[in-house]
Structures are given as C-alpha cells and as structure tokens.
C-alpha cells in the first residue's frame, strides 16, 4: 500500500500543472493534491534548516563570558543520561509533549553536513520556553538562523541555541537568568527556515573556548523528560 500510495501521489505531482481543471471536478484527485502539498511541505521542512547547523558564528563581536565558571563539580563527573535524570529537561515548545519530537539530529544537509540540531514544526507564534534553568548570553538576529538565543544552562554543562524565532518575548536581554519554562520567545521562520519550526541545538560548553557556538553538538532529544509549558508562577 505504501508503494502504491507513494507512486499516485507521484503521479499527482506530475500531473498536478495541467490538471488543475480536471482536479476540481474529483475529490481523489483533490485528495491526492493535497498529499502532494503535504509531501512537499515535509520536504520543505526537512530542508528547512539546510544551512542553520553548527557552527554557525553569530554576526557580531563575543559576549564577554568571564564571570560564567567552569562546569559545577557536583554535575561534571555525571554521565548525561545521569545528568537530566537528575535535572529534567523540558520540550522548548509549548504544548509538546517529549515523545513527540522528531528526531533530526542526522539528517543530511548540504555539502555532506549533517544537520545535529533539532526541528520542531508548531503553529506561528507558538511560545518557545527554556529547557532548563541558565543564563542568556547572545540575542542576535543573522541570515540562516533568523532571531536567535544562546543560552548556557545553569550548571555550566551546556550551551542551548534558539533560532528562526518570530520574536523575542518582552523584556528578554542578553545577561539575565531565566528559569526552567520560563518564555523566551515565539515560533517563527525567521532565517531560512520557508515553515515555521524552532531549530534547536544543545552544545557541550566549554569556558576555555571563545568561540562558543562551535562547541559539540549533542543530540539531545533523548533526554526530554517534561512537555513544553510556560512558567505562570511568579515569586
Ligand atoms: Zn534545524
């Protein structure tokens, strides 16, 4: 059945310019027209991110990073599978539960690259939180990424990056702390991303390294444990 559902949806591709009068009249061939925009868009949303992969060098001068300490020696001799046991992560999209990120991590890209980040497709203007408690380093806007964050989580251990955001929550700045769930900003395409998605990285930190954005990418959608919801509580 697949096989065959895969070549009609074909054929409807092939057929879809000249046929557009014919459709009209047919609900299969309406049907099979619309799983062909279906097709595309998943293929739109594969590519979305062809470029926007580690590293990508934000288009201004560093932060300064001085006061942010090495990783806190109560997590660094941890194993990450034992760390977010320990400090559960959070899906970075409202509304999403853990099982149902998809898992992009490998995914080809351009230029024999793969893409070692993770895509979640949500509605423009979903709310985007933070996975874990940290710090925000950088906001900056570029042409792949879109409006993006680099945040470092709380104990050092990992840098995570935001991108195509539609816009920053209110307030938001360079420097402040956040807390887990707390809003950050809102789904966008922002950068080259042609659908809405949130293009998000988890990177291993390293102090020592000014280039932050380089560190190494860690596939991170294993360790969601917590659905993605906005922090309402306020102390
Ligand atoms: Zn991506």
């Known amino acids: 059945m697949f096989f065959a559902g895969a070549e009609a949806t074909a054929r409807a591709a092939v057929t879809l310019p000249v046929s557009v009068g014919i459709v009209r009249q047919n609900t299969v061939g309406i049907r099979l027209v ?22 990508m060098r934000p288009n201004a001068r560093s932060p300064v990073v001085s006061d942010i300490p090495e990783e806190s020696p ?19 999209v409202v ?14 890209r351009g230029g024999n690259r793969t893409h070692r980040a993770t895509d ?6 979903t709310p985007v939180v933070a996975v874990a408690p940290g710090k925000l380093l950088r906001l900056s806007n570029n042409a792949l990424g879109g409006i993006t964050i680099y945040m470092l989580d709380a104990n050092g251990r990992f840098l995570y990056y935001y991108a195509h955001l539609d816009r920053y929550a209110d307030r938001l ?20 991303a042609p659908v809405p998605h949130l293009h ?24 969601f444990r917590l ?9």
């Open 34 to 55: 619309l799983r062909t925009a279906a097709l595309w868009g998943t293929v739109a949303t594969l590519a979305a991110c062809s470029a926007s992969i580690s590293p």
């Open 227 to 235: 659905s993605g919801q906005e922090r309402t509580t306020r102390p």
């Open 120 to 125: 979640i497709l949500a509605t423009l203007g």
């Open 95 to 108: 509304g999403v539960e853990p099982e149902k990120v998809p898992d992009t991590f490998k995914q080809a």
């Open 173 to 192: 700045k360079a420097g402040i702390t956040v807390r887990q769930g707390d809003l950050l900003g809102y789904v966008g395409k922002t950068g080259n």
């Open 200 to 223: 998000f990285q988890a990177m291993r930190w390293d102090p020592k390294r000014r280039d932050y954005w380089n560190g190494d990418p860690v596939d991170i959608r294993p360790y």
């Open 74 to 92: 109560k997590t660094a001799g941890l194993s990450d599978l034992d760390y977010f046991e320990e400090y559960p992560l959070m899906v970075p």
